[in-house]
């Protein structure tokens, strides 16, 4: 499996016989196209079909970041994996109320687990979010209860509510508080780092779909309507409390990230190129971090992801039925 690339730089990104070439101001960067797992671009970028056709014979999906580190979109190459009958049995689990509904609160069951791992284990070591942790809890056992994909989303932005709120217990910096989760613009350089990580962690999610059968644009949580893609959408929630957040909360918590890494002038509302390389660093170390999974032995986060998408593909067939992915204490 290769690596994800990251381009920060502007300048062109083209074919040389069979390797990538960035040439841009910072010089000539020669990239073998066999390390390459996928490309995540947030400077300013020329590219030409020749480049594009070469990317499509390497299975290799190019996601577009602005200046802000805001997700814009991407050059998803041809489906090569992509089967007939398993986008039939999705829109089936689409169009089947009762079996989107379990998928879709499959998805919440497993991002609220993992936020209570997330929890448990600060207040193993701080003894001061007991009561959240009940209230959480609490809002989870409702869930049996829900009848509406609507209804779930309105208990888990309940839950979010509470665990974003528990932020500034976890953090040991007087430079960042939470008030609110607010998106766009984030108000905060905690809401900063919050967006730029889930934009890092869909990216990411999506180049594992691509190398399943799955079809990206059918989501089960996230409305399938004119949005490209859901399903990354949907996935990336079961993984968020433990790679986003796990990340966010070791920057802040041994100072790597600091005020000084954010735009000043824009109210320190967003990442500084520097901020955005740390986090990014960050980030991947935690994809690359392996842990023992079932009868797997050691796996990556990364993998973790693909398998997830497995997990899916098997319940789409009837062979299994799919349970989320809850995280170490």
Sequence with gaps: ????????????????????????????????????????VFGEIDLNKRLLEFLTQNKIALHFFNHYGYYVGSYYPREYTNSGLITLKQAEHYLNGEKRLFLAKSFVVGAILNILKNLEYYHRRKGNLKERIEKIKDRLSELEKVNTVQELMSVEGDVKKEYYSA??????????????????????????????????????????????HLDPRIGYLHETNQRSFSLNLDLSEVFKPVIVDRVIF???????????HFEKSLNYSYLTDKGKQIFIKEFEEKLKTTLQYKNLGKVSYRKLIRLECYKLYKHFLGEDTYTPYIGEG
Aim: glycine share 4%; net charge positive.
């Design 250 to 260: 070791s920057l802040i918590n041994r100072k790597q990230i600091q005020l000084k």
């Design 1 to 40: 499996m290769g690596k994800t690339i990251y381009i920060f730089s502007s300048g062109r990104l083209e074919r040389k016989e069979n390797t990538l070439v960035l040439r841009s101001e910072d010089g000539k960067r020669v990239i073998p196209i066999t390390s390459v797992s996928d490309i995540k």
């Design 167 to 212: 932020f500034n217990d976890i953090l040991e910096s007087e430079e960042f508080f939470m008030d609110k989760r607010t998106k766009r613009p984030p108000e905060n350089p905690i809401n900063a780092l919050i967006s730029f990580g889930n934009s890092l962690l869909y990216t990411t999610v999506l180049s594992e779909i691509y190398h399943t």
